[in-house]
Nanobody, 119 residues
Framework: HVQLVESGGCSVQPGGSLRLSCTAS????????MAWFRQAPGKEREGVAW????GLTTYTASVKGRFTISKDNGLYLEMNSLKPEDTAMYYC?????????????????WGQGTQVTVS
């Protein structure tokens, strides 16, 4: 069973930057397709960035050019030029299946989330 733990969320001013991390014990990051999702109050959980087991990446349109997903003994999300609309709980997720642009149902493994507030 894969257990994921996110960290790095906090309050930041518009235009600021944050780096989110997601780690798991006894976990081979090269075996899984992983992603960052976010969920704002009253809204559905949406995919933000995806990275395959071999490092292919893709992003939702609203964050392209501002966010960067990467993995190296952990999963990371570098967030720059943050906007108030980026405010949400951010979750990392993993699956052994192909996952680029896939929604939440594709991912059996989830972290508990880390809050990002931009104001």
């Amino acid at each position: 069973h894969v257990q994921l733990v996110e960290s790095g969320g906090c309050s930041v001013q518009p235009g600021g930057s944050l780096r989110l991390s997601c780690t798991a014990s006894q976990y081979d990051y090269s075996r899984y397709c992983m992603a960052w999702f976010r969920q704002a109050p009253g809204k559905e959980r949406e995919g933000v960035a995806w990275i395959t087991s071999v490092g292919l990446t893709t992003y939702t349109a609203s964050v392209k050019g501002r966010f960067t997903i990467s993995k190296d003994n952990g999963l990371y999300l570098e967030m720059n030029s943050l906007k108030p609309e980026d405010t949400a709980m951010y979750y990392c997720a993993a699956t052994a299946s192909y996952c680029l642009t896939q929604g939440p149902r594709t991912f059996p493994y989830w972290g508990q989330g880390t809050q990002v507030t931009v104001s």
